[in-house]
């Protein structure tokens, strides 16, 4: 079993910056491509990033692209997401998730593993 916790949100003004934090309990996640996810109040859960095992081929959604950057350190079993220049779309609870492949995904049924979420708002 995978143990995800996620930390780092909070409240910030559009511009802003935040990293988010994931960090990974119960075995190593070294050989696990992992992903974040956000879910925004009454609409779906929706990709936002992902990357490989060995932190190779990071990929990132088209909303994302440019302002939010996926990275991970495997000798502390950690991923991260840096995300600049937030929106007020970009609000949203914000999920880390590890899969049982080595490689990414942007499909969220693709995943195993999923923490609690950790909550971004970002005011105008």
């Known amino acids: 079993q995978v143990q995800l916790v996620e930390s780092g949100g909070g409240l910030v003004q559009a511009g802003d910056s935040l990293r988010l934090s994931c960090a990974a309990s119960?075995?190593?996640?070294?050989?696990?491509?992992m992903g974040w996810f956000r879910q925004a109040p009454g609409k779906d859960r929706e990709f936002v990033a992902t990357?490989?095992?060995?932190?190779?081929?990071?990929a990132h959604a088209n909303s994302v692209q440019g302002r939010f950057t996926i990275s991970r350190d495997n000798a502390k079993n950690t991923v991260y997401l840096q995300m600049n220049s937030l929106k007020p779309d970009d609000t949203a609870v914000y999920y880390c998730a590890a899969r049982n492949d080595p490689f990414g995904s942007w499909q969220t049924n693709h995943y195993d593993y999923w923490g609690q979420g950790t909550q971004v708002t970002v005011s105008s």
């Open positions: 119960g075995r190593t996640v070294s050989r696990s491509a």
């Open positions: 990357i490989n095992w060995n932190g190779g081929s990071p």
